[in-house]
């Protein structure tokens, strides 16, 4: 993900600078990929989010930007959209965490920031002499009913700030339903919330810059962690998370109840990832040029099992002409229309297990069902990422975070990945060459 991009407003505006291990010194902007229109990376993932190296999903040129909408100059509002400032979490989470009566529908509201919280609605929450405090459950947005957190992304992503949505929400401390009108706000508005520390926080050594008195202010937590529990909700498909609490007090019960209370291996936690990078059919018909008649999704990259399955992924080569992929139109008999039908369906599924897909290969215009056996998510971020091409170029050791499961990877936050222990010392070396060299290539104005 470090590899050469156009400046671009977006990757100024998210401050996601990578700083050197020793000396915390910025090496240059990132910009996650999963921010531009109409393109999912977290997809890779199959639930749980990681990401490959950009030059695996697309080719950074004038057309695939044209196409992704995030070559020209444009405002925060006008690409991210608004947000609906609620974080909530699956049926599991809340029939367990809550003891909400399992015939109930919708989502338990877990964060309340900006919007959501002007409206009243209000967050389930564990209150200090450990009593739990119940909140409001979303039921429907607009109208229609909402049985996922990617329900809320889908419904709310085509909107902007100032937008008004209606929300039905049944209020758990006296089963009240009721309709309640929610004006978007700016993602960025909400972001910024302050946040108390938290162990989960420390852990994750995310420490939130210091300020004015270059005094630490506390930690942040990226919310997506818990199994079962879905942030990008709170950007409305712009990314931006909320801080955790908002979201829910850290104890045994919620950490029971979102699945990161025991010990566990990383498969069981996270699940077994497909291994593509999928973009939507704007981006299929405008970058690709593909027939609109077309249905599917459009491959920018493939890792791991869907490399060893044939995927292939549609790329610029070097001589500018475009080396046609597949489109993913099926998973398990389940037609695809969007990046988080890719998600959805394989939320629940572990590493080992088997999946059908369906593919068109739009060299030869013919469909074929292949079978993938979904692979661990360690093993598909650390990939190496293919030789640079032209001049070197800084590969880093960079996963997208939203590497939890029953999330896509929109929200916002750039982290190092862990390099494995009996490979550490070899990739520090190699992160030491890249960075003097990346240097040498901002000093003559490769980046600018």
Avoid: C, Y
């Amino acid at each position: 993900v470090q590899e050469k991009a156009p400046q671009t407003v977006e990757a100024k505006s998210r401050n996601a600078e990578v700083e050197k291990q020793e000396e915390q010194q910025p090496q240059g902007s990132l910009f996650q990929t999963g921010a531009r229109h109409g393109f999912d990376s977290g997809v890779l993932g199959g639930a749980v989010g990681g990401t490959i190296s950009v030059n695996e999903v697309a080719k950074v040129d004038t057309d695939i930007q044209g196409a992704l909408g995030f070559s020209r100059r444009r405002s925060w509002q006008e690409i991210h959209g608004g947000t609906l400032g609620v974080a909530v979490g699956n049926k599991a989470a809340m029939h367990e965490f809550a003891k909400v009566d399992k015939d109930i529908q919708g989502l338990l509201i877990f964060g309340v920031a900006g919007p959501a919280r002007l409206a009243g609605l209000k967050a389930t929450q564990r209150m200090k002499d450990g009593s739990l405090s119940l909140g409001d459950v979303l039921q429907e947005v607009n109208g229609a009913v909402v049985n996922e957190p990617a329900d809320v992304v889908r419904l709310t992503a085509t909107m902007k700030p100032g937008e008004q949505v209606r929300l039905k929400v049944l209020h758990l401390s006296n089963k009240r339903t009721e309709t309640v009108k929610v004006m978007l706000g700016r993602v960025d508005s909400v972001v910024q919330e302050k946040a108390p520390q938290t162990v989960e926080a420390k852990n994750r050594n995310a420490e939130v810059r210091k300020q004015q008195k270059q005094q630490q202010q506390g930690s942040r937590l990226q919310t997506s962690a818990p199994h079962g529990f879905d942030s990008r909700a709170l950007g409305a498909a712009a990314g931006g998370t909320l801080s955790i609490n908002e979201v829910a007090k850290v104890d045994t019960d919620i950490q029971r109840a979102l699945g990161v209370s025991q010990r566990r291996s990383w498969q069981e936690i996270h699940g077994g990832t497909l291994g593509v990078a999928v973009g939507n059919k704007a981006a299929m018909h405008e970058f690709a040029k593909v027939d609109k008649n077309i249905q599917g999704l459009l491959i920018f990259g493939v890792a791991g099992p869907a490399r060893l399955a044939g995927l292939k992924a549609t790329q610029r080569m070097k001589d500018g002409s475009l080396s046609l992929g597949d489109v993913l139109q099926e998973i398990n008999g389940t037609v695809l229309n969007t990046p988080e039908d890719v998600v959805r369906l394989t939320a629940t599924m572990k590493a080992g297990e088997q999946v059908s897909v369906k593919v068109l290969h739009l060299s030869d215009q013919r469909t074929e069902t292949v079978k993938v056996t979904l692979g661990r998510v360690d093993s598909v971020v650390q990939e190496k990422a293919p030789k640079k091409q032209e001049r070197e170029q800084p590969q880093g050791s960079l996963f997208q975070t939203g590497a939890q499961h029953g999330i896509d990877g929109t929200d916002g936050h750039v982290r190092l990945a862990k390099v494995d222990s009996n490979q550490e010392e070899k990739a520090l070396e190699e992160e030491e060459q890249q960075q003097q060299q990346q240097q040498q290539e901002q000093a003559q104005g490769f980046f600018g």
